[in-house]
């Protein structure tokens, strides 16, 4: 991948939430290039199948990610460079987060891009590691639905009706 600063690498926090709110189509809209490692894409496929055990729905929204995959929308990345394998290495070894927070910081760092989270640990842990980071805070979500109302794809109505929808589902803002 090359270094390009409007590379936003995802979290998978970041997926669920859009999928609990039934409004990944955002992410189309959103302006630059997105992408999730191997190892978020194993979190997100993990997440699919244990919710179809509990929430069918939830499942299928879900899913709905795996179609932002097909299309282009999102692609997957790895680190691949020896300096990025071995930060991937020593933050594993510091087990504080987990591999999609820990592949993903990697990957922003090694291609120059912005990591995208609502993990607490992983943004502090990043700002600390000089990775770029969405936002003033751990809240990616929000900072992508501000973004996107300042690009005048939403409306101020409707991040507030989106901040609804997502509080429901115990996002905090």
């Given at each position: 991948m090359n270094s390009n600063p409007s590379t936003y690498v995802l979290d998978n926090t970041v997926l669920t939430n859009?999928?609990?709110?039934?409004?990944?189509?955002?992410?189309?809209?959103?302006?630059?290039?997105?992408?999730?490692?191997?190892?978020?894409?194993?979190?997100?496929?993990?997440?699919?199948?244990?919710?179809?055990?509990?929430?069918?729905?939830?499942?299928?929204?879900?899913?709905?990610?795996?179609?932002?995959?097909?299309?282009?929308?999102?692609?997957?990345?790895?680190?691949?460079?020896?300096?990025?394998?071995?930060?991937?290495?020593?933050?594993?070894?510091?087990?504080?987060?987990?591999?999609?927070?820990?592949?993903?910081?990697?990957?922003?760092?090694?291609?120059?891009?912005?990591?995208v989270t609502d993990d607490e640990k992983a943004w502090k842990e990043s700002k600390k590691r000089g990775v770029q980071v969405f936002g003033i805070d751990y809240l990616g979500t929000k900072w992508i639905l501000r973004d996107l109302v300042a690009s005048s794809v939403i409306t101020e109505q409707n991040f507030e009706e989106l901040r609804g929808l997502l509080s429901k589902n115990r996002y905090i803002f």
């Amino acid at each position: 991948m090359n270094s390009n600063p409007s590379t936003y690498v995802l979290d998978n926090t970041v997926l669920t939430n859009f999928s609990r709110i039934e409004r990944l189509d955002l992410l189309t809209a959103f302006s630059g290039n997105l992408c999730i490692t191997r190892e978020v894409r194993q979190e997100m496929e993990a997440g699919i199948a244990g919710s179809a055990k509990k929430d069918a729905s939830l499942s299928q929204r879900l899913a709905g990610t795996r179609e932002l995959l097909a299309t282009g929308v999102i692609a997957v990345e790895s680190p691949s460079s020896l300096d990025g394998l071995a930060l991937y290495a020593e933050l594993q070894g510091g087990q504080v987060l987990g591999k999609g927070e820990i592949s993903s910081m990697v990957l922003a760092l090694e291609c120059g891009g912005i990591f995208v989270t609502d993990d607490e640990k992983a943004w502090k842990e990043s700002k600390k590691r000089g990775v770029q980071v969405f936002g003033i805070d751990y809240l990616g979500t929000k900072w992508i639905l501000r973004d996107l109302v300042a690009s005048s794809v939403i409306t101020e109505q409707n991040f507030e009706e989106l901040r609804g929808l997502l509080s429901k589902n115990r996002y905090i803002f």
